[in-house]
């Protein structure tokens, strides 16, 4: 069976460090992967998608990057945090045509 | 543009009353996927149900019912004899058939409060 995970699940950050979400998925191959933030009380925004290794789509110009080393590994990264950032972070993986499946999400907050 | 509204920010409802969640979407694809998901408060999203464009047959899994209607552009969530484990927020969305990316978009929600 397929699994999906994220870490780390809470980080507490300083504005203007560096960031770095790893999502990775087990028991699949060549699947599309996701990245979704949703900010305190509102819906899902996508920030990134993967059809595959290295190939990254970014939805919203914001001051975060996604990349796709390996086939199932995800990366969200960030140079310099802002305030603005903060939100809660879920990865999701799919194949075509098919429902989207979550991973348990990480808390970013940053001061 | 494809959007997907849920108009009811948040319902509450006694054990054991109906509730309906509303969902209105609007896309011009042909070949479109609906979907619902479930956020209870440890906040991992999860799967309900997928829907084809081109199945309009309502859905029953066990408390659970979706009623597809394409005239209105509704596709709409009732969860019969509530619980309070119903308790979450609810969260439908819509995706194209004419891409390969499957990219979802959500509604804003409808946090569903069961109170015993």
């Known amino acids: 069976s397929q699994t999906i995970h994220q870490w780390p699940a809470t980080l507490v950050q300083p504005v203007g460090s560096p960031l770095s979400l790893e999502c990775t998925v087990e028991?699949?191959?060549?699947?599309?992967l996701y990245w979704y933030r949703q900010a305190a009380g509102r819906g899902l925004q996508l920030l990134f998608y993967?059809?595959?290794?290295?190939?990254i789509s970014s939805e919203v110009p914001q001051n975060l990057s996604a990349s796709r080393p390996q086939d199932r590994q995800f990366i969200l990264s960030s140079k310099k945090l802002l305030l603005s950032d903060s939100g809660f972070y879920l990865c999701a993986w799919s194949v075509i045509n098919n429902e989207q499946f979550f991973g348990p999400g990480t808390r970013l907050t940053v001061l | 543009a494809q959007k997907v509204t849920q108009a009811q920010t948040e319902i509450s409802v006694v054990e054991k009353e109906d509730v309906t969640l509303d969902c209105v979407y609007e896309t011009r694809d042909t070949t479109y996927y609906l979907f619902w998901y479930k956020q209870p408060p440890s906040g991992e999203l999860v799967f309900l149900i997928r829907r084809n464009s081109f199945d309009e047959q309502n859905e029953i899994s066990g408390r659970y019912s979706w009623n597809f209607q394409k005239s209105t552009s509704s596709f709409n969530f009732t969860i019969t004899a509530s619980q309070v484990v119903d308790s979450a927020v609810y969260f439908c969305?819509?995706?194209?058939?004419?891409?390969?990316?499957?990219?979802?978009?959500f509604g804003t929600g409808t946090r569903l409060q069961v109170f015993p």
């Open positions: 993967s059809v595959g290794i290295g190939q």
């Open positions: 969305a819509l995706s194209g058939g004419s891409y390969n990316t499957d990219k979802l978009i």
């Open positions: 028991g699949t191959s060549n699947p599309n």
